[in-house]
């Protein structure tokens, strides 16, 4: 059954049930207390009746039961009260023979006391009172009681009917609670079920109600869903484009490779030329190596530990120098270091592939008789290194394209001096693997500083 059908009952079937119970309640109140006042009434008028029985007899010697009832019997008759007499347990006199047929328990009644039932005489219900008047005669008192019956089964009418209009508009209300409570519901499993089929734009109506709230969790779990969704497409995106770039990159120098070969197959060539074309085989080869390396640190150290330890920074920045040395010395570059740190808490090897990333970049952007300065310092949280340039800057919307791999921003230039793009986000991984990160500020005409952010 649907959850708004069983709303619908659990609102019907108990308010139904009080209504039928408090009315049958209330019915045999009403009875009751309307059948003791006639009792009362009629027990009265029978006291009376026997005060006036026994004076007329003490007034009148010579009258005895029969003939007094007899005269009341005719007066009573007209104002519809009966009177029978049993003598000896036998019917003496009555002023109505239809009531002559009394029950014998009616008869045997104690002093002071009376006997009571109720008979239904012509389809009416009359009350019959039994007193005794002397030791062999017992006097019945006959009273219609039907009035109180009548009343008994209007009122069961009554309160039929009142039940039917509750009962009505009561339906009317469950049917309208019913439907507000589960439309919600409702709503969220229609929602549910576009959201299974992958569509994440769901907007529930939210409230302070349970219903509402959980429209709210809803809410936030389609949005969560939605981010998580863009963020896996996103990764394949750039999976794809990493091969795509990779596979681009690879073939290029391939090419170049098999083009040179080709030539060098050639017997005319001169010693120069053979030379010549070796030389570049050789620089597209070391490309090719360049590229595998990188990608080969970045894949070994992202699917295992990492050798993090206190490593000496002197060390690190002396071990650059010597590995920059040419590079420094080709451009006449001045690397100035201001180290203001003891030691760096890190993976040395890729600490180190980050750092010398940063100068290789800073010296290839750098005319010839330049500054590369290296600025290591700490606060409270972090320490930093500073890798400042006085190159010619990076374009704003350029600043976050670098970091993805194979972005270059000049091609040509980079491409040759043996860039594939990679650099960049090598250090961008390095410093993810750290729980750092990597900060760039540029300007334009004036030069760039890249920082690494190692935290505490
Ligand atoms: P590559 O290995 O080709 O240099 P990177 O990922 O290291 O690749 O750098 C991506 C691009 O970012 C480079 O092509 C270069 O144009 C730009 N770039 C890197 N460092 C600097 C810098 N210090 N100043 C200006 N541009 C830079």
């Known amino acids: 059954m649907k959850l708004s059908g069983k709303i619908f009952l659990g609102i019907i079937i108990p308010t139904v049930i009080v209504i039928i119970i408090m009315s049958y309640f209330l019915i045999n109140r009403s009875f009751d207390n309307n059948f003791n006042s006639k009792i009362n009434i009629y027990t009265g008028e029978l006291d009376n009746l026997e ?57 045997d009644v104690d002093d002071d006391s009376y006997t009571s039932s109720i008979k239904k005489v012509n389809n009416k219900h009359y009350s019959y009172l039994g007193l005794k008047l002397d030791d062999n005669n017992v006097l019945i008192y006959i009273r219609d009681i039907e009035e109180v019956y ?64 959980l429209s709210k969790d809803f809410n936030i779990m389609s949005k969560e869903l939605k981010k998580r969704n863009n963020e896996l497409i996103e990764m394949i995106d750039s999976k794809q484009l990493f091969i795509d770039n990779l ?42 190596s360049d590229m595998y390396k990188k990608l080969l640190a970045i894949s070994y150290k992202s699917n295992n530990e990492l050798d993090i330890q ?6 690190i920045l002396d071990e650059l120098k010597n590995e920059l040395k040419t590079k420094l010395e080709e451009k006449s570059i001045n690397l100035i270091i201001d180290n203001n740190i003891n030691e760096i808490k890190c993976d040395k090897i890729l600490a180190s592939l980050a750092i010398s990333n940063l100068i290789r970049n800073a010296i290839e952007i750098s005319d010839e008789n330049k500054e590369v300065k290296i600025h290591i310092y700490e606060d409270n949280n972090n320490k930093y290194i500073e890798v400042i340039d006085q190159g010619k800057g990076i374009e704003e ?46 300007k334009i005409g004036q030069g760039s500083t890249f920082i690494l952010i190692f935290p505490k």
Do not use: W
């Open 310 to 315: 206190y490593n000496k920074m002197d060390i």
């Open 397 to 442: 919307e350029q600043i976050s394209k670098i970091i993805e791999p194979f972005y270059r921003v000049d091609k040509a230039r980079s491409r040759a001096h043996g860039g594939a793009g990679l650099g960049l986000s090598i250090v961008t991984k390095v410093m993810e693997l750290h729980n750092g990160k990597l900060d760039i500020k540029s």
């Open 150 to 213: 009548k009343y008994r089964n209007n009122m069961i009418k009554l309160c039929s009917i009142i039940t039917i209009i509750i009962g009505v508009i009561i339906m009317f209300v469950a049917y309208i609670i019913s439907k507000t409570l589960t439309r919600p519901l409702f709503k969220m499993k229609k929602e549910m079920s576009k959201l299974s089929q992958g569509n994440f734009d769901i907007s529930l109506k939210e409230g302070k109600d349970e219903i509402g709230q």
């Open 247 to 288: 596979s681009h990159e690879m073939n290029t120098p391939l090419t170049s490779i098999y083009g040179y070969s080709k030539l060098l197959e050639n017997a005319e060539l001169s010693e120069e030329q053979k030379v010549k074309y070796l030389q570049y085989i050789q620089s597209e080869t070391n490309r090719i």
């Open 51 to 107: 005060d006036s029985i026994h004076n007329t007899i003490d007034k009148n010697t010579g009258y005895d039961y029969m003939k007094v009832l007899e005269l009341a019997g005719k007066y009573y008759k007209g104002k519809e009260k009966y009177i029978v007499l049993y003598k000896y347990r036998k019917l003496a006199y009555t002023n109505n023979e239809d009531f002559n047929e009394v029950d014998s328990s009616m008869l």
